[in-house]
């Protein structure tokens, strides 16, 4: 035995690996199939090793560092994976299928475009694919940093191969007819080195050809290109253990549900910042997509939404504190990016900017003031419009509400008149402004959630009381938030507008309104976040892990399908790139027995009707058309799979583009006898003034949906008012449509 394993230490650098898995399984559980699959495996790697010393191996001959994990990772790998199979509502059995199923995703997280690896390289690599379940129990590392430093090689491979070919002429060559596939990640993996040139070829191309279209020479392209390259190589050497650790437990935990995530010291330092909205930054959540750094969301209120310049969906690509001097980001880890862009505040900080409504990745650079998130900034506002239909008049209030705050630090420290969503909406409706309205309309767009006793104090604004939502832990333990407080401020009609963007407290708020049939939710589909986090404190680092489910009222769950409206309108959002459903490994939606709550009304009953009125309307609406159509045309150009390199092809796509959406816009003002647009420059000052004329009023012209949600709302006011009158009902109340409905019921 004693030579034989001398053989093994002279011919395998994993010796050590499958040392610790014998190990661990003799003394730690004595698990006799798991010691002779490790047995064998320690045979298999002897041969496995000497192949990769001749061939994935011998290829790299890089200059950096081969990184190796510390021994705290192997502390925290045992720490994470005994919480995860304890305390995730997810259970997953830790064996040999779900080894392969981290192996893979392991090599789609460090190379989600296939652009470093090779075919040969990942049937070589296949050979480790059930290792990882033994390894995890070990508190191992060897073999995923051992992929890791290949993928690193790789990189560097691709930089430098990259700079090499900045000398030639051949990537200026716009003529030919080359495509590059941009969603690479149904395409087989490059054949060889030879297949991984051609496509490192094509992106040194496209990135020559996105610069020559913002009319830089060929000495500024070959620059600018340099510059990028040798900063992706510096960012490189500066790699270590600790990225790598985070990098690879990620790709466990975002196999348990998108929003599990371990967090480094660093990453931890960040997150609690955020989360004390302390964060002197631009006020955006970020989150990475293949290579790129992707807007998820605006912060309400936050220095980004306020500059109306970006917005998600949007890449960012480079940044810096001068215009001139950007360093690229393409490729660099989530939490590099947000400490570049972090700052103090006053400070500029400028982002080159891929907009999500180009046809072309051409960037602009866009400028923005650092500033802290206040509450200030989030909290609800409101305004009254008025209606006049055909001599019938209406006074409907809007209240918009940002986020769901409250100012967590006030109230630890025992002040009892800390700021919060429930009291100011409470006053709001309370005012003399509000008193006399007919109907509300609750603007929740982009409101991303926060508090959840906020929500729960917010739906007890508009019920007298009852259960307002469920939650279900890991031990399928069900518990029930209510309103306990019989106070009722608003009694009127209620309208909640939602759009993609509305998460989490959001769903429950609107999930609520909707099973009580208290108020109708139209708008778009909402994110579909039904999960509940908690944050674990790790000797190293911290675990953000979901532990409990939200459930409405009625049982459904929000999770992943979200809150469907009563009545639909177009989005600008896309379901299959924006919200939980477009998030790899996100919990199912489910149903759990209903809590006991009696509906207020029978609005179903009249939802059809509303409907109706709704779809003849827009039919003549031409700025709802407008949206529709120009909704669509960006949507399509968001779900093509490939870039042309011609230079001319390009440039006719860009002015197709460009050419349709100034065209709709003119038909648009044509029909509304405004005055036409001379060209596409018009079309985008024009935007601009609508983002300015947004941020400082909460009801402007272009918002059509907000407009058509008010018309909603009046339909909505006429049902009841028609119902009443034909039933002879005594309408001596005036508005208040609870008592008369809640008469009805009894």
């Not at 297949?195 to 500024?220: F, G, P, S, Y």
């Not at 609690?272 to 631009?282: A, D, R, V």
């Not at 939490?335 to 982002?351: H, M, N, Q, S």
Request: hydrophobic share 35%; net charge negative.
């Amino acid at each position: 035995m004693y030579y034989l394993l001398l053989l093994f230490r002279v011919y395998s650098e994993d010796f050590k690996v499958h040392m610790n898995l014998l190990t661990y399984t003799m003394f730690s559980e004595l698990n006799l199939s798991v010691l002779a699959r490790s047995i064998i495996r320690l045979g298999q790697t002897v041969t496995y090793s000497a192949v990769l010393s001749v061939g994935v191996w011998s290829q790299c001959q890089a200059s950096l560092e081969v990184i190796a994990p510390e021994a705290v990772h192997s502390r925290v790998l045992k720490s994470i994976t005994q919480s995860l199979n304890f305390d995730h509502f997810k259970q997953i059995e830790l064996n040999d299928s779900f080894s392969k199923i981290i192996f893979t995703h392991y090599l789609e997280t460090l190379d989600p475009l296939k652009l470093h690896f090779s075919k040969i390289d990942i049937d070589e690599l296949q050979k480790y694919e059930l290792y990882f379940d033994d390894l995890i129990r070990a508190g191992n590392l060897d073999i995923p940093f051992k992929i890791f430093n290949l993928y690193h090689n790789r990189s560097e491979q691709r930089y430098t191969y990259m700079l090499s070919r900045l000398n030639d002429n051949e990537f200026l060559d716009f003529t030919t007819q080359e495509t590059l596939i941009i969603d690479r990640e149904s395409n087989p993996w490059p054949k060889d080195m030879k297949a991984l040139h051609i496509l490192w070829n094509k992106q040194l191309k496209e990135a020559a050809l996105r610069l020559e279209l913002t009319d830089k020479d060929e000495k500024e392209i070959r620059t600018l290109l340099k510059s990028r390259f040798e900063a992706k190589l510096n960012y490189l050497s500066q790699t270590n253990s600790e990225d790598v650790f985070q990098g690879f437990m990620n790709a466990v935990t975002e196999l348990y549900d998108p929003h599990t995530q371990y967090l480094s010291p660093r990453a931890s330092d960040n997150f609690n910042i955020n989360m004390s909205l302390s964060l002197e930054g631009i006020g955006a959540v970020l989150q990475t997509e293949d290579e790129y750094t992707k807007v998820v969301r605006l912060v309400a209120g936050g220095p980004a939404d306020q500059n109306g310049s970006i917005k998600p969906l949007d890449k960012i690509v480079a940044v810096g504190a001068k215009e001139d001097d950007l360093t690229n980001i393409i490729g660099w880890r989530i939490d590099e990016v947000v400490a570049l862009i972090r700052g103090p505040k006053g400070t500029p900080v400028f982002l080159e900017v891929q907009s999500a409504q180009g046809k072309s990745p051409i960037s602009k650079v866009i400028k923005i003031t650092r500033n802290t998130v206040k509450l200030e900034d989030q909290a609800a506002r409101s305004d009254i419009l008025k209606l006049d239909r055909n001599g019938t008049k209406y006074k409907l209030g809007i209240l918009e509400i940002p986020a769901f705050y409250a100012d967590f630090s006030g109230r630890s420290k025992g002040n009892t008149n800390y700021r919060r969503v429930s009291d100011d909406v409470e006053k709001i409706l309370k005012s003399t402004q509000m008193n006399d309205v007919d109907g509300l309309v609750i603007d929740l767009r982009s409101n991303g959630g926060g508090s959840l006793q906020e929500a729960n104090r917010l739906i007890g604004l508009f019920l007298k009381t009852g259960p307002t939502v469920q939650i279900k832990n890991t031990r399928e333990q069900i518990s029930l938030n209510r309103d306990s407080d019989s106070k009722l401020v608003f009694d009127k009609p209620l309208v909640v507008l939602i759009d993609r963007l509305s998460a989490s407290a959001s769903e429950i708020f609107a999930g609520a309104i909707q099973d009580y049939q208290r108020g109708i939710v139209v708008g778009s589909r909402s994110f579909g976040k039904g999960t509940v986090q908690v944050l674990r404190t790790l000797d190293h680092g911290q675990l953000k892990m979901t532990h409990a489910k939200f459930y409405r009222i009625s049982g459904a769950s929000n999770q992943h399908q979200g809150i469907v409206p009563d009545i639909e309108m177009v989005s600008a959002y896309d379901p299959a790139q924006v919200g939980e459903s477009a998030l790899d490994n996100a919990l199912p939606w489910d149903t759990i027995p209903p809590a006991q709550f009696k509906p207020y009304y029978q609005l179903k009953t009249i939802i059809p009707e509303l409907y109706r009125l709704h779809q003849q309307r827009i039919k003549t609406n031409f700025d709802y058309t407008y949206l529709t159509k120009e909704t669509k045309i960006l949507q399509d150009m968001q779900n093509e799979k490939a870039l042309i390199l011609n230079k001319k092809q390009r440039q006719l796509e860009i002015a197709e583009l460009e050419g349709k959406r100034l065209g709709l816009e003119n038909e648009r003002r044509q029909q509304k006898k405004l005055p036409l647009l001379k060209n596409y420059s018009d079309l985008e000052s024009q935007e601009s003034a609508s983002k300015e004329n947004a941020a400082k009023s909460i009801i402007t012209p272009d918002d059509v949906i907000l407009l058509e949600s008010s018309e909603v709302l009046a339909d909505m006011i006429d049902s009841y008012h028609n119902k009443m009158l034909s039933e002879n009902k005594n309408t001596e109340t005036g508005n208040n449509l609870f008592d008369f409905f809640e008469e009805i019921l009894n």
